[in-house]
Nanobody, 114 residues
């Protein structure tokens, strides 16, 4: 499984950014796709994830502001981030799980200026 992420960049506080991640390769039975982030000096943390059954999980810090959606026909997951805060600044990583094996995409930087 290969994951290609796009989106991100510099945005002002209160603004919005959308991240997209497309899966390719042997994509059968990808059970979960999601986004993690890693801020400078901090550990990588879950932001949001969605299963192929439509169950979503969000970090408490992003609930009500971020929305994850998945297009199974396009093998794509999108993270819509609204009401961004400076503390959302981080490198965001796409992740997919297939048969209990996890795959990471390349990171994409989101910088939120105050």
């Amino acid at each position: 499984v290969q994951l290609q992420a796009s989106g991100g960049g510099l945005v002002q506080a209160g603004g919005s950014v959308s991240l997209s991640c497309s899966a390719s390769g042997s994509i059968f039975s990808i059970s979960l796709m999601g986004w993690y982030r890693q801020a400078p000096g901090k550990s990588r943390e879950l932001v949001a994830s969605t299963t192929n059954g439509g169950m979503t999980t969000y970090a408490d810090s992003v609930k009500g502001r971020f929305t994850i959606s998945r297009d199974n026909s396009k093998n794509t997951v999108v993270l819509q981030m609204n009401s961004l805060k400076p503390e959302d600044t981080a490198v965001y990583y796409c992740r997919a799980v297939q048969w209990a094996t996890g795959y990471w995409g390349q990171g994409t930087l989101v910088t939120v200026s105050s």
